[in-house]
């Protein structure tokens, strides 16, 4: 992979996604910046700090994790950041294990410089066992997002998957015309020693 140097900024076009729902949508063509790649067991940690200008319905950025398997085509995935949904940016996480789930919950003080792209966020993703916790992190407060209990299997081992985190820019929108720009501070990964 090919070494990030930060601060960088990256764009999304229009129809841009990654996102899965029955019967047969699944958009994946949203850029992505990968950072690192390691078999899931011996994933920490990650975290991404960027800004984005948010200005229409479904714009997104932030961090994400891709799952694959060695002997299987399914693709598992992971993006956790801020979503523009319904005039205000909001804290946003989707899974994907078959076909994709959303939450997404408010952002404290999500006015103009959120909006803009001038306050940066912060998304954490850590390993807690056999699942995977999903923080905003605000100051020296983390606060969690949501939990993800499929990512290592049945047998809590995650065996012959590798992962591969990045960053994420994407805009959804069919009808807006220019691109969705967005800067990354700081992108980190942890893995465990083997």
């Known amino acids: 992979m090919a070494e990030l140097q930060f601060p960088f900024t990256f764009a999304a076009d229009p129809n841009t996604d990654l996102w899965k729902k029955p019967p047969s949508h699944d958009a994946k063509n949203a850029p992505v910046r990968p950072l690192s790649k390691a078999p899931l067991a011996q994933f920490q940690s990650a975290s991404v700090t960027f800004t984005c200008p948010y200005t229409v319905q479904f714009d997104q950025a932030g961090l994400v994790l891709r799952l694959s398997h060695a002997a299987s085509s399914a693709t598992k995935w992971i993006k956790a950041g801020v979503e523009y949904f319904n005039g205000v940016p909001r804290l946003s996480v989707v899974c994907c294990d ?3 789930d959303w939450s997404v919950t408010t952002l404290p003080d999500a006015g103009g410089d959120v ?8 998304v954490r993703v850590e390993r807690d066992g056999v699942t995977l916790w999903v923080y905003w992190v605000n100051g020296e407060e983390k606060v969690a997002l949501r939990e993800i209990a499929w990512v290592y299997g049945p047998d809590g081992a995650g065996d012959g998957w590798e992962l591969e985190v990045g960053a994420l820019v994407a805009r959804p929108n069919t009808e807006a015309k220019d691109q969705l720009v967005a800067t990354f501070q700081n992108l980190e990964v942890a893995w465990a020693k083997q």
């Open 98 to 100: 078959n076909y994709s």
């Open 115 to 122: 909006v803009a792209g001038k306050k940066s966020i912060t």
